[in-house]
């Protein structure tokens, strides 16, 4: 039994610093800022990435998911399309074996 506390406590040793003194989790190292995803209150509107597109002369690309076919229609001919290209191979090295 006490082969297995010992393991479970050297397993546990590398998050150590993540805890304070208290034993809670720490928030981080002070300055990071946060991820700000899509769907957060944080992310730029349309307006902004405007003018952020603009600021940079127009090398801003507006990136799309694949994927965003087939959220629409699943069973459309867009999404099979999808799948079916990826489960060919494309390089000419892999086709000429």
Do not use: H, Y
Request: aromatic fraction near 4%; charge should be positive; include cysteine.
């Amino acid at each position: 039994m006490q082969r297995r506390q010992r393991l479970r406590g050297m397993a546990a040793l590398p998050m150590l610093p993540l805890l304070d003194i208290s034993g809670r989790v720490a928030a981080g190292p002070a300055g990071l800022v946060p991820r700000v995803r899509p769907s957060d209150p944080q992310w730029p509107g349309a307006s902004e990435w405007e003018s952020l597109r603009q600021a940079v002369a127009g090398n801003l690309i507006a990136m799309r998911s694949p994927l965003a076919a087939c959220r629409t229609a699943p069973k459309g001919e867009a999404c099979r399309d999808l799948f079916m290209i990826s489960r060919t191979p494309t390089s000419s090295a892999v086709t000429q074996r």
